[in-house]
């Protein structure tokens, strides 16, 4: 097959003037690399195409692909990540990953935890502050724990993301809503084990690669998965292994990822995160439908890895999930 590469490269956007946070989420060279080494290791062509604008002017060149590896996050807005599939959406050409309803909500944390616990599984209670005024209405119990509605990686999260008091929850509100100009999501603080589980396939052919327990080393920021500690995943970060013949508590996580992930319709690969409240009861956090993919940093290539899975067969059960989309040309 003839496959195109979209994505976001950090470098560019670096150059032309945006911040590290602003571009923590896009992708470096060697990423794009190792994609495009494993799709022509499995046989296919490749073409990188880039930025969702590029993608915009080789569509208009009259170009096309069997296939589109679509890794874009997109710049602004909840509904960026859903960008790139639109538009191959609207000239009939399949891609990887969720589809944009998919993309918009699994980015929208309030949206996502809706439909999962519509779905019957556990999630923190919540609420979401869009003006500094709503803090008056959040009546939970502390400890709370904020972040912004639609970021990943970490974006906005800190130890002062743990909130102990109503003086906390203000101060911390007004800070990300001037910082990231969207809501803030509250949520139960949850002081148990972390899991990331990472989920192949789709629909009913979905199913669990494995599970890797977030354990924070010495000099990490204390008690939250942190945009710094993911940063300085390497040395403030193990990322364990655990597996679900072993640990109970690990199989009920994967039992929670593997419905949710069917809850929502995410597609061909991807995690759901989760973690523990006081009872060692796990419960789900945030879905990943556009995973990172970068071959030693990323969890999901890492969680390949440390059960044997090479990476280019990970990225070749992408490939074979989304090929079922694929209509003869």
């Known amino acids: ?23 923590a989420e896009f992708d470096r060279a060697d990423t794009i690399d ?10 296919h062509v490749v073409d990188r195409i880039g930025r969702a604008k590029t993608l915009v002017r080789r569509l ?20 960026r ?11 009939e050409i399949p891609y990887t990953f969720a589809d944009p309803l998919v993309m918009s909500v699994c980015l929208q944390k309030e949206l996502t935890k809706l439909i999962v616990a ?21 009546a939970l119990p502390f400890p709370l724990f904020a972040k912004p509605l639609a970021e990943g990686t970490g974006k906005g999260i800190s130890p002062a993301s743990r909130l102990a008091n109503a003086h906390e929850l203000r101060a911390v509100c007004e800070q990300l809503l001037q910082q990231y100009r969207q809501p803030v999501l509250v949520e139960s603080y949850l002081p148990g084990r972390e899991f990331t589980v990472g989920l192949l396939g789709s629909g009913s052919r979905a199913r669990v690669l494995g599970t890797l327990e977030i354990v924070l080393l010495p000099g990490a920021e204390a008690g939250v998965y942190s945009y710094v500690n993911k940063e300085r995943c390497e040395e403030l970060v193990e990322y364990r ?34 973690r523990c409240d006081a009872g060692g009861k796990p419960q789900f956090l945030e879905a990943n439908p556009l995973a990172g993919l970068h071959p030693f940093h990323s969890d999901l290539p890492m969680l390949s890895t440390a059960i044997g899975m090479p990476y280019r067969d990970l990225i070749g059960a992408i490939v074979n999930s989304a090929n079922e989309r694929v209509k003869p040309r």
């Open 1 to 23: 097959m003839r496959v195109g590469i979209t994505f976001d490269l950090r470098s560019e956007y670096l150059a032309e003037g945006y911040d590290e946070q602003e571009t």
């Open 34 to 43: 190792a994609i495009a080494d494993a799709l022509q290791q499995l046989g």
């Open 60 to 79: 208009a060149a009259g170009d096309a692909w069997d296939l589109v590896f679509n890794i874009c996050e997109g710049l602004r807005g909840m509904g």
């Open 81 to 91: 990540e859903a960008q790139v599939p639109a538009i191959l959406e609207t000239f």
């Open 118 to 138: 519509q779905a019957g599984l556990p999630t923190p209670a919540a609420r979401v502050v869009r003006q500094l005024s709503d803090c008056e209405t959040v």
């Open 241 to 274: 292994l655990v597996e679900a013949a072993r640990d109970p508590v690990v199989r009920v996580a994967e039992d929670v990822a593997l419905r949710a992930w069917q809850a929502l319709d995410c597609r061909d690969g991807g995690r759901i995160d989760l």
